[in-house]
Structures are given as C-alpha cells and as structure tokens.
C-alpha cells in the first residue's frame, strides 16, 4: 500500500496498522461504514445474517493475506457484512475520508470501475449446498479460485464447509481424496496447495 500510495516521493497514504486478534470482531454488518481495511497478515472471515434479499446467513467469504474488506465505504453509509478475524490479523486501516482521497476524485476510470465492480458483488451469496459437481470438484474449485498461493492454509474446517456449504464430513472426506491425488497437502489444522496442475484437474472433474 506504501508503494501504491507514492510513499517517499511525497505521496498520501491513508493506511494505520491495527492489531486484532483471533475472534475478534473488525465491523459489524449494518453498522456505519467509516473504514476499509487491507489485510496485511492474517485471515479474515465475512458473514452475513438472513434476509430476504439475501438469502441464507452465515459464513459468506473468507479473505486471506493481500486482500481488502470494508470497501463498503466507497459505495454504501452501512457495512453488508460483519468481519471477524480467523487469526491474528496485521489490518492496515484506512477512513472513509482517507479511502476517497487515495482513490481519486469521483468519475475517474479508476474509481468507476472500482465502484461497478463492489456494487456487482453486492449480489454475491453464500455458495449453495445444491451448486453443481462434486463434493471434491467444489473444493478444489474453491481452493484454486480462493484459496491463498504460497503458504498453509489455516482455517476451521467448519468455516470452510460454511463457506461451501456443506456438512463438515463431507467436506472433510474431498479433502482426503483431494490429498491422496496429490493435489494438496492436508493435517488437522491446514490445508496447502501443493500441485496446481492437479488441483486444476480435480476442479473439472476429471
């Protein structure tokens, strides 16, 4: 975010660094929206509560290392989910004020395009329990559409299957299949991509 932000040749950046740790709550869905958050180390999990326009409640995203949540702020008076940390979290945090002076002046192609998109994945829901394939083809399509490059993932297995929506032996039975094709390795407490190749394969059902 430094480099993004020009920092040492005169630049503005808006980010603080805030600790949070493990269970933590970050915002709270329908509460003012007043900051963005980066996440500089850790894991963050997004849930949403039942509504009619939204369909069924609870966990609805999980966002890793590099990602934001909060954006809200750019669009919206109120957050659409509540975020809490899975992990102590490193967040770099960012003002309403502060994110509308780094993203530039409205109109820009920039911000346009940022905001289309947050408002698209407004429509966002939580992943059915019916959707289409496999118990294994779902979490390998998760673990390569999601799912962080480069390190463990540490997550509950009943957040994932939240996430998935499925019940947590089912979730847990892909895993060993998708671990004894070779495409992750997996213990009781972490998930890694160790062949994308593989895993891209168990994704398409085949």
Do not use: N
């Amino acid at each position: 975010m430094g480099r993004a932000s020009g920092v040492g040749t005169g630049g503005f950046c808006p980010f603080v660094d805030r600790e949070r740790k493990a269970g933590e709550l970050i915002y709270v869905e329908g509460e003012p929206a007043q900051h963005a958050w980066f996440i500089k180390r850790g894991t963050v999990v997004l849930s949403r509560e039942r509504g009619e326009d939204e369909g069924e409640g609870g966990v609805r995203a999980v966002r890793f290392t590099g990602s934001f949540v909060g954006l809200e702020v750019l669009i919206s008076d109120s957050y659409h989910d509540s975020a809490r940390a899975v992990t102590d979290v490193t967040l770099c945090g960012a003002t309403r004020e502060g994110m509308d002076q780094w993203v530039g002046p409205d109109g820009s192609p920039a911000r346009t395009a940022l905001e289309l998109t947050l408002r698209a994945s407004q429509a966002d829901r939580r992943r059915s329990a019916q959707r289409d394939g496999t118990a294994v083809q779902r979490v390998a399509e998760w673990l390569r559409d999601e799912g962080p490059r480069g390190m463990a993932l540490t997550l509950p297995r009943q957040v994932i299957a939240d996430v998935l929506g499925m019940r947590p032996e089912t979730l847990s039975r892909a895993i060993a299949d998708l671990r004894k094709q070779g495409a992750i390795d997996a213990t009781r407490t972490s998930l890694e991509i160790v062949d994308e190749e593989l895993l891209e394969v168990a994704a398409r059902g085949h």
